[in-house]
Every structure is written in structure tokens, then in C-alpha cells.
């Protein structure tokens, strides 16, 4: 029986989850690659701690380094997390001809065509399913199964910390602190919740989907992100009115020469699936031009979930090994020549429905005055409503409009947040219609 | 450039769709493949109709054996359909040395173990992503992306038209006859239906599904089967008041040395998002002891979507020929030596939740003798409701039972049925719940 033989780097939640996988379902795995996946080491800077699997012998070890230069590995997985060491022990990896398999988004999003090129130089296999939708295989549906698509767009619910804490808020009336807590309490949300509540997770994981989706180069830093941390209550009830959920999407969308590439709280009618995704699970909708409308949903996050991923690229790799093949599907979908500088499209220049609450005067004028200076940027309402109870003075006004230039909209808003009859900031929040 | 040439046999619908992506999207999948996918000949016997594409010279032929016995043809799609000529002709390709891609789930769940059998002897690819639940990459998710989990179970919606007309009788009150006829009219439904509505097209898809998932040889003999044509209006609407959806489902669940293999209208909860998955679209849900549950939705038939996933395949054989590899995934997921024949759980003893419905006269006395009937045969009710106005001097009685086994509950009606406070045959339909 043939061997093929794993470094694991990084034994925390996630690596051990790898770790159980390959130990508990090795038989399993044998009976569909036709060879054993041997967990040769596990290396983590703490080895004493209890993981609540056996280890044979000799393969916890706290030496990153004989892992990475132990020739009879075949494939190294990281799993430490974090730009730093991560990268470095990747880069060594792949200059020692060692295939790699990593889960790790931020390092991916920051530094994947420069990890991605130097796979390619080495011809090596670098594969990354769970840096994006724990166990839903977006990548692979991606590099494979929509191969023949022109991708259309993406529109995905991929931070499942957020969209926790927006079902509970949503669900349960919670308020944004006692669900942020309640989702620490689970294991949903780190004690830091920064990168997950702003909106920086989401982005790096659409910056890694608009590559794969639409043969351009990673790029995060012009993707538009807004968090969650703003979100009100009573935004999400407003919304529920109006037959819309609030999600934290994820939308990379195909505009010729251009891409749309956003993260912010959106609403969504309650018919779209997408809406129905709750709890700490994750969806992604991808659109192609010849399958349509396709969804995948999933525990994005979590031991079991993203390590079930992770396996799944190193049964990947197994099976090139066991052919005798490499570089089957580039790293990035795309023949590296393929790939371009896709422009991202400014934010201001998109075109969407929006939601808008002001506070305003509950007096005669008010209403025209409001709308005229919208009407004067070009954007057409779609339906006005004078919603809640008088607070100090000022009623709540909430405006849906018809599709509007984001430029137009912020110059309108601007204009109508000096008035002296309108409360404090207006509060803006697009919309995801079917018909946009 | 490289090329791969193909041969397509069948230019109806999908063979249409197919001819239509490679040539259309050719300069895109170049871009990914890092080669030419050339259509060098599309074969029907009708090459006068307009399919609204332009072949190239010499493409459009009736002439299959030319296309078969052309030793520049890499890869034959076959897109005939039946269990006929279809058949014939991929045992011929294989013979010659030609790769396979077959959207036949019919000929699948009929031959699939053979023809898989002969393409590994001539170590050709055989790959059907097609065959099930269209565009959707089910087939894939479970040959690769789940190979490291252990299955636990797969409940699909995996017929366009039995979703279709469910949706229409419960969203918009059609009759079952009104329905079935704007599906026919839609292109969502056959002439003769019989396929589709009574679950065999259902059963064909699980068949195939459980192979991959399971281990185990194509099975279709021992499914049970049961259509949607008797589901009436009011089962529906009563459904509806208890929280469930009546869907078309196909059931496969791993019960260790056995497997549950059953395709029947189910009750499945509000909440449960197969419930939402609506019109002729498709969704599966997979659980896996690594992913947890996983749900992938989308367009299961149609031109363009079918053809997608054709293409999908056809790319993955090209990426294999291109890398100098067959054989890569075996194509039922398992090495041949792990299959096995894993029996068929008579449907007598599953165990389940079940809605059932009588009509019994209103007088006193009626309830506590068939509670008692279902008392003597272990099943113990939830709930029990009397529903709707007296017909024919009966009204209906429904109960909801716990957990009960499917012989016990047959045994149970069949006493009821016979007695004199009862009316006509009961109604017994399952239901999928949460913690079953």
C-alpha cells in the first residue's frame, strides 16, 4: 500500500481537528484514495496540552523546522494562522518541493499571488478550500465545477461570527453586545472580535473568490467594507416591515472590464435563500452564465467543519501524487498568463436599492424639502414611511428608493444632514433585490 | 496550444447546451484549461433543425460509429439518453480507448456498476456529474470534497418537476392535474410524466448517490418508491398548519452495516431550508461526521444548466489528459476493491415520524378505539387533531405519532382500516424531522 506522508504545522483547533481526521478516518480514506494518508508529524509550540487524540509515538513535536525539511514529506499543512511565521514556513515548504495546504485567508488575502507564483515556479501544489466557507467547497466549485461559466456574480453570507450575532439580534431581540458575548460565550467569535464584526474577514475571504471567480489577481485593498458594529435594532426591525433581512454580504460582481467587490450589512427579501441562512452557518450564491443561480451553505468555521476541507486538499494532492502529476488546476483557477489586473469599481459608482432613515421634523415642508434635494441627485423613491414614536422632537423617516448611483446618494445625504430640521446622521443600508 | 478534441453524440437539448458552452465560452475555458476543448463533432440524427449555434464546418453529423471510431476524439459525451443505443455506444467509445461523460442517470442506476467496471479495465474516465441534481456539483462534493468524512445521511430534492408541481398545489392552490400541465408547458415535464412524478427519476439519482456516498454498487432494485401523484390539496394545506413543506425527497442515510434507501413525499419543517428550495430547482443536504450538514441548491435540469455540469467534466478529463493521467478518482469514488454490496433496509423497518389521516365518524368512543389499535402496535401519538367539516357523515382525524417503526404503523392502519367507524383508506405520509 502506498504512503504518502503529511507534516501538520499548527496543532490548535483546526489542526487538530486535521489531526482526528486523518487518524479516526484513516481506513476510510485509504478505501477511497487507494493509499494511506500517514500523519507523520504534528508541530505545535505546545505539545503537552491534552488533544483528545492518540498520537503514535513521535509525532507531536515541537520542531517546525525537521518537519519542513524531513524529506519523505510529501505535504505540509499550515495551520498556525497569522501573516507571519505562517508565511515564512510555507515559503520554506515550497522552496523544499513540499506541496501545501493552508486554511489561512488573511495570509492568503495579503500575500496569495506572490505564495501562488512561487508554488508554480517550484511546481508544486498549493491548495486552500478552507481559507474560504469552512466545509462548503466554493473553491473547487469554482477552479472545477464552473469551469465552462462565465461567473456572473458571488453574493455570499461568509463570516459566520456575523451573521450569529445578526440572527440573534434579529431572532431574538438581543442587543449587538449580548449577542457579540453570547457568540464569544460559543466559540463563535474571538476576544478581539475586530476582524470578524468589521467586515475585514469577509473581505478577505471575497478578495480570495473574486480571483478564483473572474481570473484577476487577489486584491483586498480596494474592496469596500462596512461591518456590523452600527447596526441597529431598530434597522433590523424596519427591515423585517419591509420584508427584508439584514446579512453581512459578500458581493463580487462581473461588470465587463470591471468588478463590483463589497462587504456591508445588506438587506435581502426574505424569499432569497440567502436569508433563511442563520445562526453561525455560511452561504455563498454564485451565478454563472450557464448554470444559473447556484448555492452552496455550510459551517464556514469551527474544528470539524474546516478540517473536513482541509482533508479534502489533501486527498487532492494525494491523488495528483498517487498519478504522478502536479499543477493540474492552477493554484488560481486561471493559466497564470490569464490572469489580470481587474479594475475594482470604485463604490461610489455602483448602482443599488437603499434603505435610508433620517430623524426629521414632524412639520409640514419637511417631506418635499427631503425629497427634492433626492430628486436633485437623481434618485427616484420608491416609498416613503413615517415609522416609531417622536424622540426629543424629531419623527423617523425611512425611505426605500428605486435603483440609485451610490455617488448620488451620499452627495444627498450629505446635503440633507445640514438641514436644521433633520436629527442626527442618516443611516444608509442597501439592498440585494432580485431584479437589480 | 494543446488540444483536446471531443465528440458529442446526441444534439438535442443539453447536447445543444453543451455544443453551445464549448463554443461560445471557448476563449474562457482556455484561459482556465490551458487548452483548446475543440467540438470536432456534434452527431444527431436530425442535422437540418436550427440550434440557434454556429457549427463549424463538418461538425454537424449523423454519422455516430465516424465519430466512435475517430481516433482524434479524446473524449465522447454521450447525450442520447435511455438505456439503449446510449448504452452501446459508451461501452463502444471505451472499447476504443475514449473517455466518457454521460449525463444518463436512467442507464447510471440501470448499468453504472458495469460501465464503470469496463472504462477502469480500459483505464478510461468515466464521469456523470450531470446525472444528478444538474448544475450542482453533488457528484464531485462527495467523490472529493467530502473524502474525509464518513457519511451520515443525504435527503435531496433532486426532481425539477415533482418540486414544480408541489410548489404550484401548495403556493398557488392548483389541483395536481393543473399543475402537472404548466409544467408541461414550461418544458419542465415530459409527455408522459410517469418518470418524474411517480419518484423512479428520484430513485435513479439516490441510486447513484448512495454508491458514491456509501461504498456500495449502484443499487436501484431495492429503493423503495413512492410518487407524488397521490398527495392531495388537503394533506398539503394540513401540512402547512403543523409547520411543514410536503416535498418529493430522496432519502439515503447509513445505518452502519446498512443503508435506508427510500424516495417518498415527506414532511419537512418551515425551518429546514430544503423546505424553501422551491419551483423546478434542486437541493441536497449531506451530512458528514467532519462537515456537519452541507446543502447544495440549484438549477438540477435544463439546457444550460445540465450542460454546465457536462462541461465541468469534460474540463476535469482534459486537466487529466493534459497532466498525463487517467484514473485520477475512481468513478464511483471508492477503489473498486472497497465496494461493497451493503444491503437495503426494507422500508418495514425504518424508523420515523409519520402525519396520518383518517376519515371516522364523530361520535364517541372512535378516538380511543384507534389510539388504542396504535398503542397496541408501539406507536405513540404527539398530537392528534380533528380537522376540517364532516364529509359523508366522516371527518377527518390527523395524528402525528413519535418515532415509530414502519411495519408497526402499516400493521396499525391495516386494523383501522377495516373497521366499520372508518372510512375510506388512510393517508400516511412520513416525516423528515430535525432530531429524527
Same mark, same amino acid.
Given at each position: 500500500m502506498k504512503e504518502i506522508s503529511i507534516g501538520l504545522l499548527g496543532c490548535g483547533t483546526v489542526g487538530t481537528g486535521v489531526a482526528k481526521i486523518l487518524i479516526e478516518n484513516k481506513e476510510l480514506i485509504r478505501s477511497r484514495v487507494g493509499a494511506v494518508l500517514k500523519l507523520k508529524y504534528a508541530a505545535d509550540i505546545d505539545i503537552k496540552r491534552d488533544r483528545g487524540i492518540r498520537f503514535d &509515538? *513521535?509525532?507531536?513535536?515541537?520542531d517546525a523546522e525537521k518537519v519542513l525539511d524531513d524529506p519523505e514529506i510529501d505535504i505540509i499543512v499550515e495551520m498556525i494562522g497569522g501573516v507571519g511565521i505562517a508565511k515564512d514556513f510555507i515559503l520554506k515548504a515550497i522552496r523544499n518541493g513540499k506541496h501545501v495546504v493552508s486554511a489561512n485567508k488573511a495570509l492568503l488575502a495579503a500575500y496569495g499571488n506572490t505564495l501562488v507564483k512561487a508554488a508554480a515556479e517550484k511546481r508544486v501544489d498549493f491548495a486552500y478550500e478552507a481559507s474560504v466557507g469552512g466545509c462548503m467547497p466554493i473553491i473547487k466549485t469554482l477552479r472545477e465545477?464552473?469551469?465552462?461559466n462565465r461567473i456572473i456574480s458571488m453574493i455570499g453570507i461568509l463570516n459566520g461570527t456575523c451573521n450569529y450575532i445578526l440572527s440573534k439580534i434579529t431572532d &431574538? *431581540?438581543?442587543?449587538f453586545e449580548a449577542a457579540l458575548t453570547q457568540a464569544q460565550a460559543c466559540g463563535f467569535?474571538?476576544?478581539?472580535?475586530t476582524l470578524d464584526v468589521e467586515g475585514f474577514d469577509t473581505a478577505h475571504k471575497l478578495a480570495i473568490l473574486n480571483a478564483l471567480a473572474y481570473g484577476m489577481e487577489i486584491n483586498l485593498k480596494d474592496i469596500y467594507i462596512e461591518g456590523?458594529?452600527?447596526?441597529t435594532h431598530m434597522d433590523i426591525e424596519l427591515a423585517g416591515q419591509f420584508g427584508y433581512r439584514i446579512k453581512l454580504l459578500a458581493i463580487g460582481k462581473n461588470r465587463g472590464d470591471r468588478v463590483e467587490a463589497r462587504v456591508h450589512p445588506t438587506m435581502i427579501p426574505f424569499d432569497n435563500l440567502l436569508s433563511n441562512v442563520n445562526a453561525n452557518l455560511n452561504a455563498v450564491m454564485v451565478s454563472g452564465d450557464a448554470a444559473g443561480d447556484m448555492l452552496l451553505y455550510g459551517y464556514g468555521a469551527g474544528m470539524m467543519p474546516t478540517a473536513s476541507a482541509v482533508v479534502s486538499d489533501i486527498v487532492d494532492i494525494a491523488r495528483n501524487l498517487l498519478s504522478g502529476?502536479?499543477?493540474?488546476?492552477p493554484a488560481l483557477a486561471w493559466q497564470p498568463e490569464a490572469i489580470r489586473k481587474i479594475p475594482v469599481m470604485p463604490v461610489d459608482e455602483i448602482f443599488t436599492y437603499y434603505y435610508i432613515r433620517f430623524s426629521a421634523e414632524d412639520r409640514p415642508g419637511v417631506l418635499s424639502k427631503i425629497s427634492g434635494i433626492l430628486g436633485e441627485n437623481e434618485i427616484s423613491i420608491k416609498s416613503v414611511h413615517q415609522k416609531g414614536r417622536k424622540i426629543g422632537g424629531l419623527v423617523p423617516i425611512v425611505m426605500l428608493t428605486h435603483r440609485a448611483k451610490e455617488a448620488n446618494v451620499k452627495k444627498a445625504l450629505a446635503e440633507i444632514a445640514v438641514l436644521d430640521i433633520v436629527g442626527n446622521k442618516p443611516v444608509l443600508i442597501r439592498i440585494e433585490d432580485e431584479d437589480e
Open positions: &509515538e *513521535g509525532v507531536l513535536t515541537d465545477s464552473l469551469a465552462g &431574538e *431581540g438581543m442587543s467569535a474571538e476576544a478581539d472580535p456590523i458594529s452600527e447596526i502529476t502536479t499543477g493540474r488546476i
